[in-house]
Each structure stands twice: as C-alpha cells, then as structure tokens.
C-alpha cells in the first residue's frame, strides 16, 4: 500500500511592515459621490419653489370665466342633476344640466342712495358636463326654498329671471311662469345632501331677509326722515312690495344690477327700476312739502323729477335716447353776509335763476343743510345725474350690439349650436366608417392600415 504524498504546508501571509494597503478610489465611485451631493445641495435649496394651488382655487378661476362676480366658494358637491317641474303631468323631468355644483358666495347688491343697505348674494352653480350651458339659480331670485325628498326645490318668480345658462336665459325663456327645478344631490358622504341642503337654505333665508328689508325701507321712504331701521325684518321669502301705488318684483327694484337678462331686458329693467326710484323721491318731496316754506325749492327739484319721468316714459329704444334734459346738479353753498348773517345760494337743478336763503341763526343753517333737507336732495340729484349717464351709455352699447348683430345671419349662441350638432354628427359617422373599414379588413385578411394606404375608400393617412 503506497503511502500519500505529503503535501507542502500552505503559504501563511505575513503582515507588511508598511501598513495597510491603499485602494484608490475608482471614477465611478468619484463621480457617485459628487452626483449625490449636487442632488443634496439642489433638493436642499429648489431655485424658484412654485406656490401650491389647491382645488377650490382652480375651481375659482374656472367659475369666475362664467361670472366674474363670484368671490368665494362655500361649498362643492362631486355631482348634481338638476330637474324641471312640469305642470302639466305633475312629474319631474331632466333640466339637462349634470356635473359639479358649488355654492357660491356672489358681489353683494348694495344701495347707498335711497336705502343704505348691503343685500348678500349667493348663487347655486352647476358646471354642466352634459353641453357648454352651465346652470345658475341666483337665491335671491329664488321665492320659496325647501327640501322634498332628495331634492332641494327652488321656486323661482313670475319672470323666471333666477336661474340662467351661461349668464343667459335658458330655451324656456321668460314665458314661463313659477318656474320650478329641483335639484339632486350625490351624496358621497352620509350627510353631504344634508349639509348643503343646510347650507342653501340658509344663505336664501339670510338673502331673502336683507332683501325684504330693503323693499320696506323703499316703502317707507327710509332715507331722510328717519323711517329706516336696520333692524326691521321682513318676512323670509316676499314676492313683491307696493312702493307709490305701484306693484314691484325683486327684479325691477334692483333692474339696474348685473343680471342674466340681455340688452333689451336689462334697459327695461332699468327704466322700470328708475321709475319706481322717481315715486318713491316724489313721495318723500310731497311729505317734506311744508318744511319748505316759501323758498320754493322742492317744487323746482319736483319739476326736474317730473321732466326726468316723462324722459323715461319716452325712452323705450336707443333710437330715443337723445333728448337733451336740463342738468340734475344741485350745488349749495354758504357765504356769510352783514350782521353774523348766512347766506345759502342754492344752484339747480334744471337751469332756473339760483334761490337765496338768509339766516341769521346757527341752528336753521344746520337744518337747511343736514340730510333731512338740502344735504338729502342733493345727494339724491347726484345719484340721479349716475343713473341717466348709465341709461345713455346702456342705450349706446346696446345699438352698437344690435348694429352688429344685424349683420348675422342667426344668432351667435344659434350659429354655436348648429357648429356643435355638425361636430357631433361628423364624429359619429367618422365611428361607423372606420367600423366598417375595420370588418372589411378583417373578412381580407389584411392590415386595416393596408386599407388606409390603397385609398380603396376614400380614405388615407394623413401626410
């Protein structure tokens, strides 16, 4: 039996006397090292950081391209449906309008001339995803609000004024009359129906309030003779009020507003809502009549009024709107004369020979000039002189649009329309042509793409 080889004893490595060995770092490991700390020093510093803008800011703009008035948003559903009440079957059918809904807080009305008051506004606005025409239901035009069922009702008044398209009448237009559209909420939560309805009914309770309490100061001839009360409430949802013997709806008191209407309404609303300013100034000269005396100057503004009023009368066109009027500005001025004495020269309105009050007391000074006599006239013949200067211009722009549309062969929303259905049609013939190219080339045996490129169809690609 041999015996094994013996083997060499291994190679025992012995420590260098020179220390550990040095490993060169690699260009790699170089350039890693530098790339990692550029990323460090850029994520540690970004040059220009971008402000973060949330949903609702987004939203914001998007809705103010529709109606600029809008400040704020209050409140945002996911999804709503809208519906007409129809009369006639006593049932409810599709308004058209679906998609995202938001409650928003609208410019507030404020009257600083005959009531000083400020009426908040609030719209109910339906982004539609079903066409281009939005749904907006402004609350103040709103008569009666509640809840019935799943929806939220709105009662709108007589002129159907309160709900519009894209700041435009609906195809239902102003004919009909106590329109009436519920509205249907998706509830994504468990309360989110409940809460929005909260939310609507209040901002149209708080609106309606404000509202009723301006139409009574109206009533009351508020400004001037103490009869406005801020606090005076009026019921929650007033259709209209008496102001001089004439019966007036929410939208002529405030006629000279942004509304939905357009160029034709709005100058009617306007000289309707002029017109019931006018009474309503003739009633506070007629109570004031015997506080002025002798000198003669609540029949000189009453005068100017009653030219005012038949100018108005007249004025139903823009064809009519260049009867020249005599000036609304009222001036007063105080000099002082012999013996302690004031003199009040009052100046206007109309062109007639200015009226010389002397006094000799300090406190008839006051009363002639506190807001009670001549400071109130004059503020109101100043606000008068703004509102015929509106009525003019309102009278140029509306002819230059009618110059303009004259020319059309249609109507520009008709003209969008009809673009929209060719569009649509045109696109669902385009489906069913590559349809049938599709089965054509399928039963061949063949690319579709070889159908495209023979032009056996009338089609090809594109160059």
């Known amino acids: 039996m041999s015996r094994s080889t013996p083997r060499k004893s291994r190679h025992r490595q012995r420590a260098s006397t020179s220390g550990p060995r040095q490993v060169a770092a690699s260009d790699y490991e170089s350039d890693t090292a530098q790339y990692m700390e550029n990323r460090e020093t850029s994520a540690a510093a970004p040059p220009n950081p971008q402000p973060a803008r949330d949903n609702t800011e987004l939203s914001l703009r998007v809705l103010r391209r529709y109606q600029p008035g809008i400040r704020s948003i209050l409140a945002i559903a996911a999804n709503a449906v809208a519906y007409n009440f129809l009369e006639a079957t006593q049932g409810w059918e599709k308004h058209g309008a679906e998609g995202t809904m938001f409650v928003c807080e609208q410019e507030p009305l404020v009257s600083s001339e005959v009531a000083p008051l400020v009426v908040p506004r609030v719209c109910v606005f339906v982004l539609n995803r079903r066409s281009m025409e939005n749904l907006e239901i402004d609350l103040l035009r709103v008569t009666d609000c509640e809840v019935v069922g799943e929806l939220i009702v709105f009662r709108l008044e007589n002129d159907a004024g309160g709900v519009s398209s894209n700041n435009n009448q609906g195809e239902d237009g102003a004919g009909a009359a106590k329109k009436i559209v519920g509205l249907w909420i998706h509830a994504d939560e468990t309360n989110t129906r409940e809460v929005h309805a909260s939310l609507i009914l209040g901002a149209w309770q708080q609106g309606r309030q404000a509202l009723g309490a301006y139409i009574h100061a109206m009533a009351a001839g508020a400004p001037g003779n103490g009869a406005f009360d801020s606090d005076v409430q009026a019921p929650a949802a007033p259709e209209s009020s ?166 059309l062969s249609q109507p520009a929303d008709a003209t969008v329309k009809t673009y929209i259905r060719s569009l649509q049609e045109y696109n669902d013939m385009k489906d069913i042509g590559q349809q049938l190219i599709g089965l054509v080339a399928e039963n061949r045996g063949v690319p579709v793409r070889s159908l495209y490129e023979a032009g056996e169809f009338g089609v090809t690609f594109p160059r």
């Open 242 to 407: 008496s102001i001089a013997g004439k019966q007036l709806s929410v939208r002529e008191l405030f006629g000279n507003m942004p509304s939905s209407a357009d160029g034709n309404d709005a100058i009617t609303a306007a000289l309707q809502n002029q017109l019931s300013l006018v009474s309503s100034f003739e009633g506070w000269l007629t109570r004031n009549r015997e506080a002025d005396g002798d000198r003669n100057i609540i029949n000189r503004v009453q005068r100017r009024l009653s030219s005012y009023r038949r100018w108005l009368g007249a004025v139903q066109s823009p064809e009519n709107s260049s009867d020249d009027l005599e000036p609304w500005v009222m001036d007063v001025q105080v000099t002082s004369g012999d013996d302690g004495e004031h003199v009040v020269v009052v100046r206007g309105p109309g062109s007639s020979e200015p009226i010389q009050i002397v006094t000799k007391e300090d406190t008839e000074l006051k009363y002639l000039l506190n807001d009670n006599y001549l400071g109130y006239m004059t503020k109101i013949c100043h606000a008068f002189s703004k509102a015929e200067d509106t009525l003019r211009e309102l009278f140029r722009i509306t002819s230059e649009l009618n110059e303009e549309t004259s020319h």
